[in-house]
């Protein structure tokens, strides 16, 4: 795409920029302000070759994985899971749903990475993204977008009485031959210290970033990497899956169509799903159909439940 083209070529001159007032600095500079200076012109190269090589053999394993299905990679996605209503209950039961996709993920020996992960003051799940990889990802998982509802008694109330509460889910494609026109100009960036894994150099350096889509308010986050530019075109590759999705939800040709207020969900704002608690059961009110054995269910056993949603939704 011309304009990351352009985004990258602009980025390597100011990483160019700054290893040469680097060295100049070396120059003058002896012990341990030699040895900072150094230490920065190799992480400051360690990003240009990041960007000058942003493909690793990760996507060469994307490329093996991938078939011939149109514009969609049917092997990978990006699934992303935000709490809803109800409080700090709600971000639980946001974790407890990435716990149960992970867990099946490990039942398909499929790989899944985190990209993004939020967290409330008592562990659960704000935001989370993952992207997901292993045969057929986006045909098995594509159904889960929308609302999904809990109703059960948190651990947090004394009284025992049923608490109801929501997360949202999206289950986002990974584009093959779409070309979505983001024009530079609509993009907003910021860069910040991630708080997740990777080490010193994730921790300490901003290299993760929030990416801002302007005309329609869609937000990505990325911290996956330890490289900001890394970061950077992982967060355009999912900005791109959530436009392509919002475009088809809304049957719309073009970004400037899509209407204000519904964009940046990646899902159908309607309730979709129900796991009630008390009842052992889980309702899906697209088909009116009911399993039992949460318990199970919430531990990955949900391969019934996406075989038959795949039939019952065609």
């Not at 190799?42 to 514009?71: F, H, M, V, W």
């Not at 209950?89 to 790989?111: H, I, Q, S, V």
């Not at 609509?186 to 970033?209: C, H, I, P, Y």
């Not at 949460?294 to 996406?306: A, K, W």
Request: one cysteine or more.
């Amino acid at each position: 795409m011309d304009y990351f083209n352009s985004y990258i070529k602009n980025e390597i001159e100011k990483i160019d920029t700054l290893i040469k007032e680097h060295e100049e600095m070396k120059k003058n500079a002896e012990g341990e302000m030699l040895q900072l200076i150094e230490e920065e012109i190799s992480k400051l190269a360690d990003q240009k070759r990041q960007l000058e090589t942003p493909r690793t053999a990760g996507e060469e394993d994307a490329q093996e994985e991938s078939a011939d299905n149109g514009n969609i990679n049917p092997n990978v996605v990006t699934l992303e899971i935000r709490s809803g209503t109800g409080g700090n209950e709600a971000g639980l039961f946001a974790r407890d749903l990435f716990r149960m996709y992970e867990r099946f993920a490990e039942k398909k020996n499929w790989k899944i990475i985190e990209v993004f992960k939020s967290e409330n003051e008592i562990g659960g799940i704000k935001t989370i993204s993952a992207e997901v990889r292993g045969t057929n990802a986006y045909g098995l998982l594509r159904n889960e977008s929308g609302v999904h509802r809990v109703q059960r008694v948190p651990a947090t109330e004394s009284g025992g009485r049923i608490h109801t509460s929501t997360a949202t889910v999206a289950v986002l494609p990974k584009l093959q031959k779409v070309e979505i026109e983001i024009h530079p100009d609509d993009l907003e960036w910021e860069f910040f210290r991630s708080g997740g894994r990777g080490g010193q150099n994730v921790n300490k350096v901003s290299t993760a970033v929030r990416l801002t889509h302007k005309p329609t308010g869609i937000i990505v986050e990325c911290q996956e990497e330890r490289f900001q530019g890394k970061n950077r075109e992982k967060a355009l590759e999912i900005l791109r899956s959530r436009i392509y999705t919002e475009m088809q939800e809304q049957q719309v040709k073009s970004i400037s169509d899509l209407r204000a207020g519904q964009v940046g969900s990646g899902m159908r704002n309607e309730k979709i799903r129900t796991y009630n608690y008390p009842q052992n059961r889980v309702t899906d009110h697209r088909v009116n159909k009911s399993w039992h054995n949460i318990s199970l269910i919430m531990d990955g056993d949900i391969e019934d439940i996406l075989e038959y949603l795949d039939t019952g939704l065609k």
